[in-house]
């Protein structure tokens, strides 16, 4: 009965691939989001999809790239993978202007 | 007490004691709060929110204070209990259409102490 459900937990891998992690919301959410979680525990919003459509890119380089292919999912492709991308991230949804319901979490390390 | 520098800031209270957190946020336009409690491993988890409209705003031993004047929020925990060891953020909503932007504070680390 997970809520927001995110895969895989743990991501290990070398610098210069591609990633993919995947994210399920079971809550008939309209809108779902990903975050970035840093080694100091800052969380920043990466991106915000409403119905499919993007409508949050913060500044995010081009190497990640949010892909909906309908309003209960929503995967985060990374390509040439770099050290600096190791993080945990947070898949999220909600309505708007209530609280956001986060997944458990991806831990990406790039080695 | 609080530590300052690269470190999280962290609250160590003793298990049945009162704890509070304090939250600064940056958007005087923001209309709604939230307060997270992220254990270890775990993702953020919804404590309790309140909107612009209120100061106040009480859930089961957790209350928030929101002080719009000077852009003040705060958690109060009542009788601290080891479980609620954690590390707590404080999030606020810009008003915008079409979904939120949450922005997060720099969360504060909650120890409990047996």
């Known amino acids: 009965d997970t809520a927001v459900s995110q895969t895989p937990k743990y991501l290990v891998t070398q610098m210069g691939n591609d990633k993919s992690i995947k994210c399920e919301q079971n809550l008939g959410h309209d809108t779902m989001y990903w975050y970035k979680q840093d080694s100091k525990k800052f969380l920043k919003i990466m991106f915000s999809?409403?119905?499919?459509?993007?409508?949050i890119n913060e500044t995010v380089p081009n190497r990640f790239s949010p892909k909906s292919p309908d309003k209960a999912h929503l995967n985060l492709h990374i390509n040439s993978l770099e050290l600096g991308d190791s993080a945990v991230y947070f898949c999220?949804?909600?309505?708007?202007?209530?609280?956001?319901?986060f997944g458990q979490g991806t831990r990406l390390t790039v080695v | 007490g609080e530590s300052v520098g690269l470190h999280l800031p962290t609250l160590s209270v003793q298990e049945g004691d009162n704890s509070i957190i304090n939250c600064a946020y940056s958007n005087s336009a923001s209309d709604y709060f939230i307060w997270y409690k992220q254990e270890s491993g775990k993702g953020p988890q919804f404590i309790i929110d309140i909107r612009s409209n209120m100061d106040k705003r009480q859930g089961q031993r957790v209350t928030v204070l929101l002080n719009k004047t000077v852009k003040h929020l705060s958690l109060q925990i009542a009788a601290t209990q080891p479980g609620d060891s954690a590390v707590y953020f404080c999030?606020?909503?810009?008003?915008?259409?079409?979904?939120?932007?949450?922005?997060f504070g720099t969360g504060t680390q909650l120890k409990v102490e047996l």
């Open positions: 999809y409403n119905n499919k459509e993007l409508i």
């Open positions: 999030a606020e909503n810009p008003p915008r259409g079409g979904g939120n932007k949450l922005t």
């Open positions: 999220a949804s909600g309505e708007s202007n209530t609280e956001a319901f």
